[in-house]
């Protein structure tokens, strides 16, 4: 019988499934969630200009009077709408994703191991929400505020459809990962790369690289740069506290099982 390295015996499911039928698994989990993505496009497009619309209110509200934004290609006007309703989907589809993932990997996990594998999966979900939220509500109207102020005078600004939609679908991006900090904490201490006291000791370290990488994954402004190194930094203490937490939920567990014979 397989066991574990620690002596305990496997989850039996995880046992009896030979490598073929996990293969057959990860197939049917892959399909459904392309089908999850292809319905949620199929919802999502018919109103794709009207998103392009909500999504470009930020900027557009700060165009003079008269002045609108332009497309410079001529197909434009059908791809950057299309582009943004497949984007969409796929974040739509993203706790549909998570969950096929989930449903493959739950069957070899213990019973302690799952209690903290599902809070880390939807809290992922979350937080990769609230970090695209955060860039729509609060980085985009003062990063479009300011460069919008900073131009030459005489100079019009047109922005592009295209140009506009690849801009603020990498902040989302950026913005949404940065905000995962937490989990990727709570994973490394978790595997024993890592320990709170070790973390914490590095923290100078840390919030360099938070300036770093707002430096690196935002526009050449201090505002934006900060709007993402402060909550990165934040976010890692976060990671630190519920790191604890969670070593000390593995750990009472694995003391009272008992050792393998």
């Not at 299309?82 to 984007?87: I, R």
Request: hydrophobic share 55%.
């Amino acid at each position: 019988m397989n066991a574990k390295p620690d002596g305990n015996q496997m989850p039996p499911e995880h046992q009896e499934m030979p490598l073929i039928e996990h293969l057959l698994e990860l197939r049917n989990r892959l399909l459904k969630m392309v089908l999850a993505v292809v319905i949620c496009f199929a919802a999502i497009y018919p109103f794709a200009n009207e998103l392009y619309l909500w999504l470009s209110e930020p900027i557009r509200s700060l165009l003079p009077v008269g002045q609108t934004m332009i497309a410079t290609d001529v197909t434009s006007p059908f791809f950057a709408p299309l582009k943004l309703a497949l984007v969409l989907s796929v974040f739509a589809a993203i706790p549909i994703i998570l969950y096929q993932l989930w449903s493959f990997i739950a069957p070899g996990l213990y019973a302690h191991e799952k209690r903290l594998a599902f809070p880390l999966l939807f809290t992922s979900v979350l937080l990769f929400y609230m970090g695209a939220a955060f860039a729509y509500y609060v980085v985009f109207p003062l990063v479009f505020g300011f460069f919008t102020a900073i131009g030459p005078e005489g100079i019009v600004e047109l922005p592009d459809i295209s140009s506009y939609l690849n801009f603020v679908l990498k902040m989302f991006f950026a913005f949404g990962v940065a905000f995962e900090i937490p989990i990727a904490t709570v994973l490394l201490i978790l595997t024993g790369a890592t320990t709170p006291d070790d973390l914490a000791a590095k923290r100078p370290y840390v919030v360099v690289g938070c300036f770093i990488i707002g430096m690196l994954l935002t526009p050449p402004d201090i505002i934006s740069q900060t709007l993402l190194a402060v909550p990165m930094w934040i976010l890692f203490e976060i990671g630190i506290l519920f790191g604890r937490l969670a070593r000390r939920e593995v750990e009472e567990p694995e003391a009272d099982e008992p050792a393998g014979e």
